[in-house]
């Protein structure tokens, strides 16, 4: 099936930093999905993206369909302690959209910020 | 409020047992699915439903059995054929058509006494 490798797998960074974060693939993929997860929690979608190229933000979050659609990232600027967490990315590629067995997941970005 | 309720928030299986893990949705959608999540590892899909009445395997569904009785209704049944049953389990939904993100609920975690 189709694999996301997401990395990196860990980052540890200061309060006020800025992260980075990026899943590729070999294969294409039609939308790029970024979500949250708080321990215990259910993720939480951050950003969906919809075509290749495509830039969306939503508060200091900023994320990025690549070009040649196998690939995408995710900014934070300005880091906060409520940002901790696991990031997931993850891609649909169904010609006829929806239906769970378009849906890859990554195996997530660990955020720990650092006193 | 609109949102996916899962129940209970923790969950203790004993040997040789079946349990049965809740998922409800009040936000009319017409898929649902459920995840498995093991500590360091992405989701893995279990099953999935798109229409009531219906569903299929995931990567994963060896041990687990699903009905989809109701649209708003999508519960997972971990069998004693599930030789390790101990995860976090999340139900997720979303609307058919186009590439519809899902939306998940907050995890029931299973454990084995």
């Known amino acids: 099936g189709q694999q996301l490798n997401q990395s990196p797998q860990s980052m540890f960074i200061q309060e006020g930093e800025d992260v980075s974060m990026n899943c590729t693939s070999s294969?294409?993929?039609?939308?790029w999905l970024w979500y949250k997860q708080d321990p215990g929690e259910g993720p939480v979608l951050l950003i969906a993206?919809?075509?290749?190229?495509e830039l969306t933000s939503n508060g200091r979050l900023t994320a990025q369909f690549g070009i040649t659609r196998k690939d995408s990232f995710l900014n934070i600027s300005a880091s906060i302690p409520s940002d901790v967490g696991i990031y997931f990315c993850?891609?649909?590629?169904?010609?006829?959209?929806?239906?769970?067995?378009?849906?890859?997941f990554g195996k997530g970005t660990h955020l720990i910020i650092q006193p | 409020d609109g949102g996916i309720t899962q129940s209970p928030k923790y969950l203790f299986r004993k040997e040789g047992q079946n349990v049965t893990l809740s998922c409800e949705q009040n936000?009319?959608?017409?898929?649902m699915y459920w995840y498995r999540q093991d500590p360091g590892q992405g989701l893995r899909l279990i099953y999935y439903?798109?229409?009531?009445?219906?569903?299929q395997k995931g990567d994963i569904a060896e041990g687990y059995s699903v009905s989809r009785e109701k649209k708003e209704s999508f519960p997972l049944t971990v069998t004693s054929a599930q030789k390790n049953p101990t995860a976090f389990y999340l139900c997720?939904?979303?609307?058919?058509?186009?590439?519809?993100?899902?939306?998940f609920g907050d995890g029931t975690r299973l454990s084995i006494l």
């Open positions: 993850a891609g649909l590629w169904g010609d006829s959209g929806g239906g769970a067995d378009g849906l890859t």
């Open positions: 997720a939904s979303s609307l058919q058509g186009g590439y519809q993100p899902q939306h």
């Open positions: 993206l919809y075509k290749a190229g």
């Open positions: 294969s294409i993929f039609n939308t």
């Open positions: 936000l009319n959608h017409d898929a």
């Open positions: 439903s798109q229409i009531v009445n219906d569903f």
